[in-house]
């Protein structure tokens, strides 16, 4: 059952508690594999589900519109020193409701419509708000993206000067959605000091393995560090602003009145309990224990034939190209959460087949870190991918009905967070 449990819920509304009640068993029972998302704490959960939720914030600790803020100001402030602690930056802004609008802010902060930004391109790896057509950020601005190298699906950054040079942006986003190789921060700084540019590291996937210092640093390097607050984070779903002293101002305004109006202050107490835990040695223990996973697991899908863009992973995140498995991603993606195996179908660097219907999957080795699992499971994870994807190609549903009961018995050996069997 769910944990915190939720005996009031269940008594006023039956229909959604039982709804709420499903989710946390499939959670239990599946090998969630979606690099965005992970379990959070109880201590996370509690937090987020608190009477904060009731009270209208709007402004900044001491500078307020609403009365009543005693004991808000604190908690916000207890979250803005702990993300400046934990990641050793000057200024850090909390309030934020997600990943998007928190790179939204950065439009604000530095551009006026029209004005030139460059990121990676959604089909190589990069975000929606990094430029891309159908978004805000591609539609409202001049956006010029890079892209990877057709051979070794790794960015090239001789290739994304020359683009800059060529270009000017004012902004440059480095990171995204699907890159599974270590971002290399100083060479996008020296590229931006070169055309006068402002680096924006977005390292929503990767804050946790920074923060456990498994991953390097963009501090020092970039201008303003963007970030959702989950996934390899395992915080709440929130965002967080990080930038230099000289942009502190800018991004807060931005945020608010820029954006949005009152922080959700539950949100913002859950963060402030991410941040704690993200500063222990178990926790750092725990983003070495991913990128290890991801390695393993990589590993043992080579040698089961799956092709891997750029060749495997260093850090959480894997992108492979089903082509040479004789099926899309999307087929793919469904017959492996038919087998308890949940993850996601996605382009590729140069598909030729359509977004919604991709040659590719991503995956991710966050969340089944924080079950517990480590090295020693990924040749059995590889193991199971292969042959439901082999299975959904011969239409063997009683094969993959076999995985998922295999999948669940493992997995009753690993708690989960949030959940607690009857």
Not at 271 to 299: C, D, G, K, P
Request: hydrophobic share 40%; with cysteine; aromatic share 6%.
């Amino acid at each position: 059952m769910h944990v915190p449990s939720i005996p009031h819920l269940t008594a006023e509304d039956p229909d959604l508690a039982a709804l709420v009640e499903a989710e946390a068993t499939r959670q239990h029972d599946k090998l969630r594999m979606i690099a965005s998302e992970n379990y959070v704490s109880e201590a996370v959960l509690e937090a987020s589900s608190t009477v904060l939720t009731n009270k209208y914030s709007e402004g900044y600790a001491g500078r307020r519109y609403y009365e009543g803020q005693q004991l808000i100001d604190p908690i916000e402030t207890l979250a803005v020193d702990r993300a400046k602690s934990l990641f050793g930056v000057d200024h850090a802004n909390v309030q934020p409701y997600s990943g998007s609008p928190a790179n939204l802010a950065v439009y604000l902060a530095f551009l006026q419509p029209g004005d030139t930004v460059m990121g990676m391109s959604l089909p190589m790896g990069g975000h929606l708000t990094h430029g891309w057509s159908v978004s805000a950020t591609g539609k409202w601005f001049n956006p010029v993206r890079y892209a990877v190298d057709r051979e070794t699906g790794r960015i090239d950054l001789d290739e994304v000067r020359d683009l800059a040079r060529a270009e000017r942006p004012k902004v440059i986003f480095c990171g995204g959605t699907a890159v599974p190789r270590t971002i290399d921060f100083p060479g996008f700084a020296a590229i931006a000091r070169e055309v006068g540019a402002v680096l924006v590291a977005d390292i929503a996937h990767i804050a946790g393995l920074i923060a456990g210092g498994a991953h390097p640093s963009p501090v020092g390097h970039a201008d303003v560090i963007t970030t959702t607050t989950h996934k390899t984070l395992r915080g709440p779903r929130g965002a967080m602003i990080m930038t230099t002293a000289e942009h502190a101002t800018a991004i807060d305004k931005a945020v608010f009145p820029g954006l949005q109006g009152g922080p959700h202050n539950h949100t913002t107490a859950a963060i402030a309990v991410a941040l704690r835990e993200a500063s222990t040695s178990e926790f750092r223990a725990y983003a070495h224990q991913v990128v290890a996973n991801a390695a393993a697991l990589a590993e043992a899908l080579t040698e089961r034939g799956f092709t891997l863009i750029s060749g495997g992973t260093d850090n959480h995140l894997i992108l492979a190209d089903l082509t040479a498995k004789g099926i899309a991603g999307k087929p793919a993606a469904q017959a492996l959460d038919r087998a308890g195996i949940e993850l996601n179908y996605n382009t590729v660097p140069f598909d030729t087949r359509k977004p919604f219907d991709p040659s590719g999957i991503r995956l991710g080795t966050p969340a089944l870190t924080t079950r517990g699992l480590t090295e020693q499971h990924m040749p059995q994870v590889a193991a199971w991918m292969d042959e439901a994807v082999t299975a959904a190609l011969k239409d063997d549903e009683a094969s993959i009905e076999r995985i998922a009961g295999e999948v669940r018995d493992l997995l009753a050996g690993f708690p989960m967070p949030g959940y607690r069997a009857a």
